[in-house]
């Protein structure tokens, strides 16, 4: 049975900051390149950042410079350090795994002002 379970989300002041987690079972985690997305009330779902097996970054310009994303393959976990929040940051966060297609439940993370 394949899980993602996404942890770590909650309520926050601007400028603040946040760890999301996502443990994964049932994928062959090191080989998944992992992707964080946001979804806003109204709105697309987006790519926040995504990490490959090997460890290659990328990131969303709205967040390059203030996010971090990081992996242990030992633990089949993706994190997602988020510095320097933003209220436009308010949106339920998911994990994905790109080539096995299986994506979190969610959390929410609200950012006040």
């Known amino acids: 049975q394949v899980q993602l379970v996404e942890s770590g989300g909650g309520l926050v002041q601007a400028g603040g900051s946040l760890r999301l987690s996502c443990a994964a079972s049932?994928?062959?985690?090191?080989?998944?390149?992992m992707g964080w997305y946001r979804q806003a009330p109204g709105k697309q779902r987006e790519l926040v950042a995504y990490?490959?097996?090997?460890?290659?970054?990328n990131y969303a310009a709205s967040v390059k410079g203030r996010f971090s994303i990081s992996r242990d393959n030992a633990k089949n976990t993706v994190y997602l350090q988020m510095n320097s929040l933003k209220p436009e940051d308010t949106a339920t966060y998911y994990c994905?795994?790109?080539?096995?297609?299986?994506w979190g439940q969610g959390t929410q993370v609200t950012v006040s002002s």
């Open positions: 049932g994928i062959i985690f090191s080989f998944n390149t």
């Open positions: 994905h795994s790109w080539q096995q297609d299986y």
């Open positions: 990490i490959t097996g090997v460890g290659t970054t």
